[in-house]
């Protein structure tokens, strides 16, 4: 399956839209767009996960590695999703109590 992911920039806020399975196989591009946010300033991530149809482990590990490498820069990551599939795995990980969840930009982007 292949990932497609796109990057918005404000300031130091960057939006990171995410479309496609998440998996061993194409987690290491979803790093490697948070790991170049991050060094080119964005301490402020928002991670768009509303066209992602799967996540494994492997993807819930690249936002958890994420997440600390902007805390190191005293920045904040959340989350956007409203699919129940992929709200049920945060939950189940207790990802949810590590990430604030929301259901939209405007919502995260106020937050």
Known sequence: M???ISTERDGTT???AVNG????YTSPLLKSHIVDAVDSGCVDLV???EGVGFIDSSGLGVLVSGLRRVKEQS?????ICTKEGILKIFRITGLDKVFPIFASADEA???
Not at 21 to 24: A, K, L, N, T
Not at 75 to 79: H, L, T
């Open 14 to 16: 960057c939006r990171i």
């Open 109 to 111: 982007e106020g937050f």
């Open 47 to 49: 991670v768009d996960l």
């Open 21 to 24: 399975e998440v998996d061993v």
């Open 75 to 79: 920045g904040s990551m959340r989350v």
């Open 2 to 4: 292949e990932l497609d």
